[in-house]
């Protein structure tokens, strides 16, 4: 099963309740806790984990850059990097794999049929005034 990205998760998130992000993050504050709070949670911890790796990758790179010397010093540095960067890896993994596999046992309430007019009651029948022998 692929992960999802943030991005993938928002989509899937709004076609589930039928409004924009931003829209269900306002919504959700003035509710009691929820499986949208729960989602908009998730989501945002998604997103936070792919900060990370950006980061971390980038830290990275301007550690390796091809005119820096990289000496007995800088070696920890990598090290170090290259651990933050795993371990960012595996979060945002973790959290795509859970809001995954919630997403996929969840979905949309099928859209409710407009109502149907009621229908009108047959006239009454109309009484004569004149009088029957």
């Known amino acids: 099963m692929p992960h999802l990205t943030s991005t993938e998760v928002a989509g899937r998130i709004e076609d589930l309740y039928g409004a924009p ?3 269900l993050e306002a919504h959700a504050q003035d509710q009691p806790p ?3 709070s729960a989602l908009l949670g998730m989501h945002d911890d998604l997103v936070l984990a792919e900060r990370s790796i950006d980061f971390h990758r980038d830290h990275l790179a301007r550690l390796i ?3 820096r ?3 007995r010093h800088e070696v920890s540095h990598l090290l170090d990097g290259a651990r ?3 371990e960012a890896v595996a979060v945002r993994d973790v959290q795509a794999k859970s809001v995954t596999a919630v997403l ?3 979905v949309p309430a099928p859209a409710r049929p407009p109502p149907t007019p009621p229908v009108p009651a047959p ?3 109309t009484r004569s005034t004149a009088r029957s022998r």
Do not use: V
Request: charge should be negative; glycine fraction near 10%; hydrophobic fraction near 50%.
């Open 69 to 71: 010397h990289i000496g």
């Open 123 to 125: 006239p009454l029948p």
């Open 21 to 23: 992000l931003a829209d």
């Open 34 to 36: 929820g499986m949208l």
């Open 104 to 106: 996929q046992s969840l």
């Open 84 to 86: 933050w960067l795993a």
């Open 65 to 67: 850059h091809p005119e």
